[in-house]
């Protein structure tokens, strides 16, 4: 074959839709490990079938990939829940971290902010696929169909519960990344300098803490989420104080599309912190912080 081999050609396609791939996956289970797993997997049948044909004479390759993927994912989907039941504390998605760039932050591209998939883990996995497929990446009911081998009818079904239900937790909104990147500054300095009332001021009534440290974190983390601007504020300087005696380095990164912060200790990331601005004005409403190491170790400092 002029080019190249049929498995090279299979290679080449397969390599070409990767990062599309890579995105529906992880918004579906929120685990980079996991999500390159789901994508072995698809490689693996994708060469399988293809390995003996010239892979880009094959109708809608971007498709077939897709529907392979994504059913993959919804099987993995099974394993992740049993994990979750022996998982300890709060469980939160595995942060994307990327550099800091307000260029990027406002386009958002195809990434889901924390917040939101945190609410994406209160559908059923295959409300999850339909929302994250139309919602995100602007597939048809009709095309979301023959990938999860439903009816159009079906899907419309699933995806007016999945929009139902996430927006009634979440109501659609962007945060200015300018002013989220002000917030999550002032956040910092108030939270590391141990002051109560700055912190106070910034925090809405209803802001909810979650701290995810799959049991492994250094000091501990709380084992459910803490509700409340009081308990949320004390809880945060009661554990910055402990901390004191620390150096701490503080990078501003992406994460999964929001400014955000990542905190270093003398020689590893110790934490990453993201917050979820009300859509009202500037006072933070939710606090995601990821501090289990295992979720941290693709996290460079430069």
Do not use: C
């Not at 109708?59 to 979750?84: C, D, E, K």
């Not at 195809?110 to 209160?122: D, G, I, K, P, Y």
């Not at 983390?221 to 701490?248: C, H, M, N, Q």
Request: net charge negative; aromatic share 8%; glycine share 6%.
């Amino acid at each position: 074959m002029p080019g190249g081999t049929a498995e090279d050609a299979a290679t080449r396609v397969f390599a070409d839709h990767r990062e599309l791939l890579f995105s529906v996956v992880y918004n579906l289970l929120g685990s980079v490990a996991d999500t390159e797993d789901v994508l072995q997997d698809t490689w693996l049948a994708w060469s399988a079938r293809y390995g003996d044909e010239d892979a880009e004479e094959v109708g809608n390759p971007r498709a077939y990939l897709v529907r392979i993927a994504v059913n993959t994912a919804l099987t993995r989907q099974s394993q992740i829940s049993r994990r979750r039941e022996t998982y300890v504390g709060p469980w939160l998605p595995e942060p994307l971290v990327g550099e800091d760039d307000a260029a990027e932050s406002a386009e958002r591209s195809e990434a889901v902010s924390m917040a939101l998939l945190v609410v994406l883990e209160t559908l059923t996995p295959l409300e999850r696929a339909v929302f994250v497929l139309h919602e995100v990446f602007g597939y048809a009911h009709t095309e979301i169909a023959p990938i999860l081998d439903r009816s159009p009818s079906a899907v419309r079904q699933l995806a007016h519960r999945a929009r139902e239900h996430v927006h009634a937790r979440r109501p659609r909104y962007q945060a200015d990344p300018k002013v989220q990147r002000q917030v999550t500054e002032r956040f910092l300095q108030a939270s590391l300098g141990g002051d109560l009332e700055s912190l106070l001021d910034m925090l809405a009534p209803d802001v909810t803490f979650w701290t995810d440290g799959g049991g492994k974190a250094r000091g501990g983390a709380a084992l459910r989420p803490v509700r409340g601007r009081d308990k949320v504020a004390r809880l945060i300087t009661s554990a910055t104080r402990r901390r004191w005696d620390e150096k701490f380095a503080v990078r501003y990164r992406t994460v999964n599309g929001d400014p955000s912060a990542v905190l270093f200790g003398e020689d590893a990331p110790f934490a990453v912190m993201v917050l979820d601005l009300a859509p009202d004005g500037d006072r933070v409403r939710g606090i995601y912080a990821v501090v289990n190491p295992d979720k941290l170790t693709r996290i460079d400092e430069e």
